[in-house]
């Protein structure tokens, strides 16, 4: 099993500041990483996928980059719909696996 | 548009049976991987099992293998989990999720969930 490790668990910052989220694969996934975001009382929702192809819809302040087993989403110029919590997701091997989240607060 | 509406959650003893359907609209059910992920209270997402566009090819979490099974019926464009066994820690918010191709199984749509409590 491919274990996928966040980090950090909480990222505390003010709107208008750049957040970074890092994803670990225990083995290389290639490109097959997704990033996505989740809001309270929400379903999961698709930001990134390909390690950096950005989903229909999802403005361009989501970056995704990486690939083998270090992988990064970058979410510039923080506003307050952003504040929700992130996973990353591999879909390189069976069984598909997340990330256990990263909370972006507001500081 | 495309919609997943999942159904079927509830409360069940302990060693009880559930099926959970999710009736897919707004795109070619047929020509796309399905798969189920839940989540449980304060949890991340936990993959639970995925099929392929045929039905024929299924994968499962080893948490669940041997007491779940993935089924669909692609003329009526319905996903299903038949749930065996059930055991307390299976207790979660059951996603309906469409994969974004017949072969790339991350999920570009989500239903809202249907809730499992697995309680005596």
């Given at each position: 099993e491919t274990v996928m490790t966040q980090s950090p668990a909480t990222l505390s910052l003010s709107p208008g500041e750049r957040g970074t989220i890092s994803c670990r694969a225990s083995?290389?996934?290639?490109?097959?990483l997704a990033w996505y975001q989740q809001k309270p009382g929400q379903a999961p929702r698709l930001l990134?996928?390909?390690?950096s192809v950005r989903a229909t819809?999802?403005?361009?302040v989501f970056s995704g980059s990486g690939s083998g087993t270090d992988f990064t989403l970058t979410i510039n110029s923080l506003q307050s719909e952003h504040f929700a919590v992130y996973y990353c997701q591999q879909?390189?091997?069976?069984p598909l696996t997340f990330g256990g989240g990263t909370k972006v607060e507001m500081k | 548009e495309v919609q997943l509406l999942d159904s079927g959650g509830r409360l069940v003893q302990p060693g009880g049976s559930l099926r959970l359907s999710c009736s897919a609209s707004g795109f070619q059910f047929m020509n796309y991987g399905m798969g189920w992920v839940r989540q449980a209270p304060g949890k991340g997402p936990e993959w639970v099992s995925s099929l392929s566009v045929s039905g024929r090819d299924t994968y499962y979490a080893d948490s669940v293998k041997g007491r779940f099974s993935i089924s669909r019926d692609n003329s009526n464009n319905t996903l299903f989990l038949e749930m065996k066994n059930l055991r307390v820690d299976d207790t979660a918010l059951y996603y309906c999720a469409k994969a974004s191709?017949?072969?790339?199984?991350?999920?570009d749509k989500w239903g809202q969930g249907t809730p499992v409590t697995v309680s005596s």
């Open positions: 083995q290389s996934i290639g490109s097959k990134v996928y390909g390690a819809g999802v403005p361009a879909y390189n091997d069976w | 191709s017949s072969i790339h199984f991350h999920f």
